[in-house]
C-alpha cells in the first residue's frame, strides 16, 4: 500500500470545512492554507544547487589519491653535460697586451682556429726576428713589409694591432705564403707550420731551412701600453 505524503493529509484537513464557521471567513483560510502548502511544496521539490567547482576538484583528488614509494637501494644515475670553452677578445688580448695575446690576434685577425701549437709557432717566429725581450719593435713583430712603409719589413704600424691585422693580411694575400695560411687554417701540427715558414719568402735567409729555428720555451713579456 501506498503511503498519503504529509503534507496531503494535513492539507486535506485544512481543507475539510468546519461546522459552524462563516463560508467567507472559510473561504479566506482555505486560500491562505492553499498557499502555505503550495511554497511548502515548491520548495521540497526543487533539487539542491550542484556543488562548486572547488569541491568537485577536492571529492576528484580524495577519490583518486596516489602514492610514490621510492626504494631506499635506488641508484643515482651520472649525468653528462656539455662543455665549452671561450676564446678571449680583441680588446682582452689588446689589454693583456704581452707577446703570446699579440700571436693570438694574428690569428684572430687570419680567422684561424686558435690552439697552443700555433701561437707556440708564432712566438717563436717573432722571438726570430725580434728577440723576446724586445718583440713589439717598430710595432713589427714579424718585420712585416706589407703596408708597414718600409721595404724588408724595417717599416712600422700605428700599433700592435695593426701590425696583427697586416701580418694575417699579408699570408692570405701573397702566394708564397699560401702554406702558412694553410697550415694555420687546418690547425696542423708545429712541425708542418714551422716548415711552411722555411720554405716561404718570408725570410730571405729561410732560416738555415730550420737550422737556426730555435725551439727553446719563449718568455712571456708584455709591451709597453704605447705599443697598443
Same mark, same amino acid.
Given at each position: ?8 493529509? &494535513? ?51 580524495? &577519490?583518486?589519491?596516489?602514492? =610514490? ?39 684572430? &685577425? ?11 709557432? =708564432? ?18 713583430? =714579424? ?86
Amino acid at each position: 500500500m501506498t503511503s498519503t505524503p504529509f503534507f496531503l493529509v &494535513a492539507l486535506r484537513s485544512a481543507l475539510r470545512p468546519p461546522l459552524g464557521r462563516p463560508r467567507m471567513r472559510y473561504r479566506l483560510a482555505v486560500g491562505a492554507t492553499l498557499a502555505t502548502f503550495s511554497l511548502v511544496a515548491i520548495f521540497a521539490l526543487v533539487p539542491p544547487p550542484p556543488p562548486s567547482a572547488a569541491k568537485v576538484l577536492d571529492a576528484y583528488i580524495t &577519490a583518486h589519491a596516489q602514492k =610514490l614509494a621510492v626504494s631506499e637501494d635506488v641508484a643515482v644515475a651520472g649525468v653528462n653535460r656539455d662543455r665549452y670553452s671561450a676564446t678571449a677578445g680583441v680588446n682582452t688580448l689588446v689589454a693583456s697586451g704581452t707577446n703570446y695575446d699579440w700571436a693570438r690576434l694574428v690569428i684572430l &685577425a687570419g680567422g684561424w682556429p686558435v690552439n697552443d701549437t700555433s701561437v707556440t709557432v =708564432l712566438v717563436r717566429w717573432m722571438r726570430q726576428e725580434n728577440g723576446a725581450d724586445n718583440w713589439w719593435n717598430r710595432n713589427n713583430p =714579424l718585420n712585416n713589409g706589407y703596408g708597414s712603409g718600409g721595404g724588408g719589413g724595417t717599416g712600422s704600424y700605428a700599433n700592435l694591432e695593426i701590425a696583427a691585422q697586416k701580418a694575417a693580411e699579408m699570408l692570405h694575400r701573397n702566394p708564397g705564403m699560401s702554406s702558412i695560411a694553410a697550415a694555420f687554417a687546418s690547425a696542423a701540427p708545429s712541425t708542418v707550420i714551422e716548415q711552411a715558414i722555411w720554405a716561404s719568402p718570408w725570410a730571405s735567409s729561410h732560416y738555415g731551412n730550420g737550422s737556426r729555428w730555435h725551439y727553446t720555451p719563449v718568455a712571456m713579456v708584455k709591451a709597453p701600453a704605447g705599443a697598443w
